[in-house]
């Protein structure tokens, strides 16, 4: 593998830096992601990912915050002065063992980690965009903080073939197989235990059944909701400041 980028592959280098900016920024605003949390991207066909420093604002991530990493943490690129956040194992870990996952999010998200932390609670599927977590959501039991390989494989094994795994009383892990997917990930995720917690208040929530979710994953375009998430989110960001006039082009 080359150790310098050729144009093209640059170009696409960048435009995956805006993306990871943009998505961070976006999953601030919608209080998915807070002081912590990150977003990664695999470069396409590489053994590398990006992901940012662990004192870059998510509220104002730039690239020039981002850092190139190899799966197995050697800094190829970043800035000078800091450092990647410490639990960017979870990122390595998955890439290394899902070749077909390009794009993760570790945030602290309210609702989801207290079905980590409430005797008895069970995450269960009740919206239909919940599909994508139909095979399950483990709790990963440890709660200290992933910042190490060790400890990323062992979250890694416990989120089996999974797209998401909850840390008991820490956060949730999703993963996806491109950055427009990992936005409705995050959305929809939130949303389905936001749901669940509510239907509580209610009765006992009903999740979807196996022929539900059937029906919906049989006529539902994931890239297509991908594109129209992302253009609704990142438009609406770019008008509210959110995200700088100058990345329309490229978001
Ligand atoms: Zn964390």
Redo the contacts with the bound molecule.
Sequence with gaps: MPDTLSNSEAITVEQQKIAICACTRMFNDLKILDH??HVSIRIPGTDRFMIQGVHASRAQLTPEELFTLTLDGEILDGPAGTKPVS?FHIHSEIYKARPEINSVL?A?PKVPILFTIAKGAELKIVVNHGYRWRNGVPVHPDTA?IDTPELGAAMVDSMGDCNAVLLRA??IVLASEEVKSLLIDGIHFDRNAQACLEAHRLGEPIPMSEEELDIFEKRFSRPRHGVKLWHYYSTRAIENSVLPEEWRDAV
Aim: hydrophobic fraction near 0%; charge should be negative.
């Design positions: 912590s949390g639990e570790h602290h903080h820490h956060g």
